[in-house]
Nanobody
């Protein structure tokens, strides 16, 4: 499984941005996918996750209400829609995937990682 994250960029506070995570391989619809982010000097942190079917989503408390994760298994892609961006949302965003029977917010439980996409938010 190979993942590629895209969609990052420089935006102003209050703007919206949609990140995409595109996966290769025919097992995408059996993967649980998560987004993580890492700001300079900080540890990588969970942002949002989605079950293999897309029916179950879960979020870090810090982003609830202005971030939405979704997936399109027909296109092998997971999206992270971020609205009303704040300077504290600035980070490198990574998508990650795992097989398994449960969802996870722990980065070490994810086997596959994309290369990251940078989100910069100016105030």
């Amino acid at each position: 499984v190979q993942l590629q994250a895209s969609g990052g960029g420089l935006v102003q506070a209050g703007d919206s941005l949609r990140l995409s995570c595109t996966a290769s391989g025919r097992t995408f619809d059996t993967l649980r996918v998560g987004w993580f982010r890492q700001a300079p000097g900080k540890e990588r942190a969970f942002v949002a996750g989605v079950s293999w079917s897309g029916m179950k989503t879960y979020y870090a408390d810090s982003v609830k209400g202005h971030v939405t994760i979704s997936r399109d298994n027909t296109k092998n892609v997971v999206y992270l829609q971020m609205n009303n961006l704040r300077p504290e949302d600035a980070a490198v965003y990574y998508c990650a995937a795992r097989f398994g029977w449960h969802n996870s917010i722990v980065s070490s439980e994810y086997s596959y990682w994309g290369q990251g996409t940078l989100v910069t938010v100016s105030s």
